[in-house]
């Protein structure tokens, strides 16, 4: 079983209004580092396989048209950049794994690469890139990048991901550093070449200008849940992180996505699941705790965040109006899972802000909720039955979850033999982690890198 | 007496050949975090002001018209991306400022905003950003920018440091972070504003998506040296970094920036000048090690350099070709300091080759090579005569050099009075390291930001 710990850099990561706890160190803390080496070296201790960082640029400002909600709640903003917090989570451990969001949609690719290779080296070989394609409509607004159709967005990425990969795997051989004192030569030219990179959206020529890591391409993550964001995944990712709403209808998504990788030979791919955990010592605190979502949860934030994800205003619709007679992606998905709920009932505008304002509520059933027991028996059904290799844990509450997670549910899968008790020294890097001891680069296993290799300098001298 | 350590996230920075010294541990240590850790405590040790990375986007690729030159010489590439590196210092330190470069060119002003939030939010008050405007034309063939003209260049910049100093100081108010648990109330958006940004370069709308930091702005430092750089430093910068020849000829240089900066009220800005140092326990261990950069510095890396800073390919042209007809700002800039040396030689292609291929011999006058005592006098003239606040010490070689400085040099500033022998508890930030205890921000001092406030959420509800 895989785990790793699912954040964000801000005060309340996902859940709105809980940064309330009594015992939260979050609100404040997120933006420390001591906040994120003792963090680090608290999941290290529990041995989890990574750190994983959510991100958003700009500010979610669909509900009621205006950023105060999330403001007044924290929801994703205030958020400092989670890239910069990998160096402070790599220095504070050995062994732990550090999964980034970092968009397509901002930065160049040659910069990108630049950055994780960066970030491998500081890591020594512990860094996954969770890629992300997709925006607000409020970061165009701060000049990052015009709003692409989704297809296009994804045409986008297949291009950056040949770029990168080419920086990455094919710039510089094996051995082109050579570091010889006598002739002073530091690295052989005739082993590095450019990439020479001519494509609909990017014009890239290489040299990368980093010599390779220990993974020379990162952990490649991927998250998306559309048509063209399964394929992406199938021909991509190594790690998958779904986020689905029970064990049985899972199973269908997991085992698509199965499909369709083995049809480029990567079957073995890892497939986690996003849940909310909350543990507690006994059924009773388990109660509890789950009581704290709801006294704590804040209804506007919750809606602010719902609304800012799927771009739909609900505060723009009369109480009454049926769902079914609004025409957007958004309310079609709500719709659906209302439905599957009662398909008898009309359900309104009104129905949908009730469920929303409650949070993760209506998804309950994907949650992991109960004594460590409990939780251990409901994500071996996951597994069991959905088909999935692992999990990515959101703590609840952000502070104080986290500490019931390694000390209470970890200690529990460790004697179920469902976890490891320590890190096997032979598994150096995160890939290898996944994949087992000796696969610490992509085209190991997953896919060699298209394209023919670029000049090498020789050609323009 | 402010001090700085200069430094590249590369394996022989700024000294093409220096890696080789047997004591060496940069040209592998540059890519791991423990070499940058320990540099840092060291430094914080000799109670330096700070650490300062310069960095490139790109490869130098214009002697021979190739990069194989500078790849076979480690010149500036492999190069890790510094900004990664500052929460690594930050987390081994307590006091160390952190300077680190960052191009206006590459990056949107929202994520540098962002950027810059974050690390001073995480070493909590630490950093500078030391603004460059210039580029590569090669990481304009990595998909970096459009290749802009000199003044356009300082034109965006003029507007860039207008925007991300709006989102750093007047987007959130003081106080605007309320943290209630009682009520929710995380933020008070009624005290958090859009900036509104419309200009030429930029749209930025906002609001910031960071809390304020302690500094807010981080210190500014520039380093621009033609009269639009000069002007540029003059309005904005705090801590202007210059490479001057000798101390006389400086004078009348700071002196011309003191000028223009008191015309705007910012006569207390800091000038630092750039050594490279070499420091002996006696006479003859500081020639003994003088005698280093004779043996190890490279020639064909000195070229690869100088022509990827200048644009200008020596091999290009005939030996016997005087300079005088060569025409380009390089050249012009070249031949000035060739006949400041000899006024009535025909200085030829060959000429310059040579002394661009000994490195920094040709001006060796600004150099500080010695004993202790023979450095600290000619720091002191440095000070006296050109009228400079400071320096950026350039190690020689890159890893020795730096135990040099720090257990041969610090001491006998120390003893002399001129440096600090520890950091003052009440100068928290570094801005107040440089300007007083209790000033943290940069329009405590420097100058108002411009431009009205931008509308309150409540404008969109």
């Given at each position: 079983m895989f785990l790793n710990l699912f954040t964000e850099c801000s005060p309340s990561p996902q859940l709105p209004g809980l940064w309330r706890h009594e015992k939260d160190v979050?609100?404040?803390?997120?933006?420390?580092?001591?906040?994120?080496?003792?963090?680090?070296?608290?999941?290290e201790a529990a041995s989890f396989d990574a750190l994983f960082f959510a991100d958003t640029h700009g500010v979610f400002d669909v509900y009621q048209g205006s950023w105060?909600?999330?403001?007044?709640?924290?929801?994703?903003?205030?958020?400092?950049?989670?890239?910069?917090?990998?160096?402070i989570v790599a220095a504070a451990t050995k062994h732990?794994?550090?999964?980034?969001?970092?968009?397509?949609?901002?930065?160049?690719p040659y910069q990108c690469a630049r950055l994780f290779s960066t970030l491998d080296h500081l890591s020594a070989g512990r860094v996954a890139w969770n890629i992300v394609t997709s925006y607000l409509s409020s970061a165009a607004d701060n000049g990052l990048g015009e709003p692409l159709a989704h297809d296009e967005r994804y045409d986008r990425a297949e291009e950056y991901i040949a770029v990168v990969r080419a920086l990455w795997e094919r710039s510089w051989d094996d051995g082109s550093v050579v570091r010889d004192?006598?002739?002073?030569?530091?690295?052989?030219?005739t082993r590095v070449r450019q990439i020479d990179h001519e494509g609909r959206f990017f014009r890239v020529r290489g040299p990368h200008q980093c010599e390779p890591s220990l993974q020379r391409t990162p952990v490649l993550y991927q998250a998306g849940a559309s048509t063209r964001g399964i394929a992406f995944a199938a021909r991509h990712a190594e790690v998958v992180f779904v986020t689905m709403g029970e064990p049985k209808s899972g199973a269908r998504q997991v085992a698509e996505l199965r499909r369709q990788a083995a049809a480029h030979g990567?079957?073995?791919l890892k497939v986690l699941q996003g849940s909310l955990v909350i543990v507690g010592r006994d059924k009773e605190e388990?109660?509890?705790?789950?009581?704290?979502l709801a006294a704590l949860a804040d209804k506007e934030g919750e809606l602010a965040k719902w609304c800012g994800w799927t771009g739909f205003d609900l505060a723009e619709y009369q109480d009454d109006a049926p769902i079914a007679e609004i025409r957007t992606e958004a309310s079609r998905s709500a719709l659906g899972m209302l439905t599957r709920a009662n398909p008898d009932r009309t359900w309104t505008v009104s129905d949908l802000r009730y469920f929303v304002s409650m949070g993760n509520r209506p998804r309950r059933r994907n949650g992991l909720f109960g004594t460590a027991a409990e939780v251990a028996d409901r994500m071996e059904e996951w597994m069991d039955v959905a088909g999935v290799d692992g999990f990515n844990l959101l703590p609840c509450p952000p502070s104080s979850g986290v500490a019931d997670i390694c000390d209470l549910l970890v200690?529990?899968?460790?004697r179920r033999g469902l976890f490891r008790k320590a890190y096997d020294p032979m598994e150096r890097t995160l890939r290898e982690r996944y994949f087992g001891a000796g696969i610490r680069r992509y085209d190991a296993w997953a896919s060699p890198v298209a394209g023919a290799a670029g000049p090498r300098p020789e050609a323009d001298v």
């Open positions: 979050t609100s404040e803390g997120y933006r420390s580092l001591e906040h994120w080496s003792s963090l680090a070296k608290r999941l105060a909600p999330a403001v007044r709640h924290a929801v994703q903003i205030p958020a400092i950049d989670p890239v910069l917090v990998v160096p732990l794994g550090i999964a980034v969001t970092y968009s397509t949609t901002y930065h160049q004192d006598e002739t002073g030569l530091f690295a052989d030219p990567r079957e073995a388990a109660k509890a705790k789950g009581k704290l200690p529990e899968l460790r």
